[in-house]
């Protein structure tokens, strides 16, 4: 803050030096008078109206001087002029009254020093540092607020979206359409009566109805309560296992490793015997005959147990499961589909009529095959080919055991390998048995077991094939 001082009259040499004697005023002629207060800051002058009465004599000088004095934060001040010098030729008193500047267009401006102290004084003694940190915060905190508030506001509008959703999947667009809003709240309230737009609307495009495709779920789903529940692949593999188990433990017991001598009459026997191999050679080279009867004996069960072909071969495969439709090769899968469920609805109807299932394993052989309700014929059938098949081979056979031992328990496990082969094509899919062959010195004593989803696709190997060096 600066205090501006008017002096009258003064010499010419106070203007730079104050403290000379000339320059005191003694005499209340001229006495010293504030004239007015200016900010340091704005620059803005104030006005004062000065009266003052004054004698002055012919040719004299007048002098009249403006002292600005500024004090610094430090302590330290400087002092600023400006003076008018004034000369009248004519002596005369008068009384005037006018406007007097307290400052002169020189002096406006104030020095840095001023300027930067007053800024301090209106800021409160709060430092540049603290005021750009504090700007620096409320730009972070205003911008954090707004991303909250936007990101509640576009997840508000995603769930009214949502929430406003035509029955078929369609949405509403309810900001761009009021009129459908009025249609949708009115059939939502269940009112009869709804407004609708007078704006002429483009026809939508029907979309053509999706043809609906049978699936493996499906076809089961209609049979849910009719079929029994298909059993999986593991299940499968178990079973199917469990008979070539039997086929070997029957060998192992009623058959031996020995070398037998051949005659020319059981040539054509034992050569009807065996998958893709020479059975006589194998006999008469192995070390091991009891391998190769493994290998005879599965053969000779899985080919007299398979499902008829349409010709006269010889086979335990009942009459009443030869007419079913096998599926074929097909493009359409409702096709394949329908030759599957035709093909399980026939088993399932022959096994409950039948009774193929026995409850006891062991009874069943005991009751001399009576737990399959066959027909005397296909009893018979089963009877003669567990004889051929002991007959043929009477040269490696246990002699501790008899002859109808044998040729029972032969029979027993010909009857399971028939029960098991129907009991598979009632499941889903078609199973079959494949033989590989591997070279000279190897045999296959089970086949592996594969299977095709309703004939189409490639096959998949549920059970892999057993294989033993000779």
């Known amino acids: 803050m600066a205090n501006w001082v008017l002096r009258s009259p003064q010499g010419v040499n106070c203007a730079f030096n104050p403290q000379a004697p000339e320059c005191a005023n003694p005499s209340g002629i001229g006495a010293t008078t504030v004239a007015a207060e200016s900010d340091g800051f704005t620059g803005e002058s104030v006005q004062a109206t000065a009266r003052a009465t004054e004698t002055i004599a012919s040719a004299a000088v007048v002098t009249s001087a403006w002292t600005s004095v500024f004090t610094n934060d430090d302590?330290?001040?400087?002092?600023?002029?400006?003076?008018?010098?004034?000369?009248?030729?004519?002596?005369?008193?008068?009384?005037?009254?006018?406007?007097?500047?307290?400052?002169?267009?020189?002096?406006?401006?104030?020095?840095?020093?001023?300027?930067?102290?007053?800024?301090?004084?209106?800021?409160?003694?709060?430092?540049?540092g603290a005021v750009a940190g504090i700007a620096i915060g409320t730009c972070i905190v205003g911008a954090a607020i707004a991303f909250i508030v936007a990101w509640l506001l576009f997840k508000r509008r995603d769930k009214k979206f949502i929430e406003k959703t035509c029955p078929s999947g369609y949405p509403i667009y309810a900001d761009s359409s009021p009129e459908l809003v009025k249609v949708q709240k009115s059939a939502?309230?269940?009112?009869?009566?709804?407004?609708?737009?007078?704006?002429?609307?483009?026809?939508?495009?029907?979309?053509?109805?999706r043809v609906a495709v049978a699936s493996p779920q499906a076809v089961n789903d209609a049979l849910t309560g009719i079929l029994p529940p298909a059993a999986s692949e593991h299940d499968v593999g178990i079973r199917i296992s469990a008979v070539f188990a039997e086929i070997k433990r029957h060998v192992d017991t009623y058959y031996r490793d020995v070398h037998a001598s051949i005659t020319p009459s059981?040539?054509?026997?034992?050569?009807?015997?065996?998958?893709?191999?020479?059975?006589?050679?194998?006999?008469?080279?192995?070390?091991?005959?009891?391998?190769?009867?493994?290998?005879?004996?599965?053969?000779?069960?899985?080919?007299?147990?398979?499902?008829?072909?349409?010709?006269?071969?010889?086979?335990?495969?009942?009459?009443?499961?030869?007419?079913?439709?096998?599926?074929?090769?097909?493009?359409?899968?409702?096709?394949?589909?329908?030759?599957?469920?035709?093909?399980?609805?026939?088993?399932?109807?022959?096994?409950?009529?039948?009774?193929?299932?026995?409850?006891?394993?062991?009874?069943?052989?005991?009751?001399?095959?009576?737990?399959?309700?066959?027909?005397?014929?296909?009893?018979s059938a089963i009877r003669e080919a567990a004889e051929n098949f002991s007959l043929t081979f009477f040269p490696w056979a246990n002699p501790t055991f008899g002859d109808q031992e044998r040729e029972g328990d032969l029979a027993g496990i010909m009857t399971e390998a028939l029960e098991t082969r129907i009991w598979l094509a009632g499941q889903t899919g078609e199973w079959d048995f494949e033989w590989g062959f591997l070279g000279r010195g190897l045999i296959v004593v089970s086949p592996s077991l594969v299977v095709r989803e309703y004939g189409r696709g490639p096959r998949r190997v549920v059970m892999d094939q057993n294989v033993v060096g000779v």
């Open 75 to 128: 302590g330290s001040s400087y002092t600023r002029i400006s003076a008018d010098i004034i000369t009248e030729a004519v002596p005369t008193t008068s009384i005037f009254t006018s406007p007097v500047r307290t400052t002169s267009p020189a002096t406006i401006t104030d020095p840095p020093e001023a300027q930067s102290a007053g800024q301090s004084s209106n800021n409160g003694g709060v430092s540049k």
């Open 266 to 379: 059981m040539d054509s026997d034992l050569s009807s015997f065996g998958k893709d191999i020479d059975m006589l050679e194998l006999l008469q080279s192995c070390s091991h005959p009891t391998v190769a009867l493994k290998h005879a004996l599965a053969a000779f069960i899985l080919t007299i147990t398979a499902p008829r072909q349409g010709g006269d071969e010889q086979t335990l495969w009942p009459s009443e499961l030869t007419h079913f439709i096998k599926s074929q090769d097909s493009d359409s899968t409702q096709l394949a589909m329908a030759q599957a469920l035709h093909r399980r609805l026939t088993v399932h109807i022959y096994t409950q009529k039948n009774a193929i299932s026995p409850t006891n394993r062991s009874q069943s052989r005991l009751s001399n095959l009576s737990a399959l309700s066959l027909t005397r014929k296909t009893s």
């Open 188 to 209: 939502a309230n269940g009112s009869p009566y709804v407004q609708v737009s007078q704006t002429q609307m483009r026809t939508p495009i029907p979309i053509p109805a």
